[in-house]
Nanobody, 115 residues
Framework: QVQLVESGGGLVQAGGSLRLSCAASGSIFSVSHVGWYRQAPGKQRELVAK???????NYADSVKGRFTISRDNAKRTVSLEMNNLKPEDTAVYYCNLYRTGYDYWGQGTQVTVSS
């Protein structure tokens, strides 16, 4: 069983920065893909960024150039560096560890950007 724990959320003014971290337990981290998703009130959960086991990355158009995803297999962590935050980035951010055959989610961390 894998557990994912997100941290780093909080309240920040528009234009500010936050760094989210996702720590994973278990031994499958290095062979897994990891995604960051977010869900704003009244909206569907959406993909923000993902990094594959090969270190290939993808970003949602809305965060390109502002967010950076990275991973440290030795520490079993994935980070999401968020710069130039906007009020529309306000959401609960979730970490997702997956590959064919499994799909794990963290409990989420709140990010609130004030205007």
């Amino acid at each position: 069983q894998v557990q994912l724990v997100e941290s780093g959320g909080g309240l920040v003014q528009a234009g500010g920065s936050l760094r989210l971290s996702c720590a994973a337990s278990g031994s499958i981290f290095s062979v897994s893909h990891v995604g960051w998703y977010r869900q704003a009130p009244g909206k569907q959960r959406e993909l923000v960024a993902k990094i594959r086991s090969s270190y290939t990355v993808n970003y949602a158009d809305s965060v390109k150039g502002r967010f950076t995803i990275s991973r440290d297999n030795a520490k079993r962590t994935v980070s999401l560096e968020m710069n130039n935050l906007k009020p529309e980035d306000t959401a609960v951010y979730y970490c997702n560890l997956y590959r064919t055959g499994y799909d794990y989610w963290g409990q989420g961390t709140q990010v609130t950007v004030s205007s």
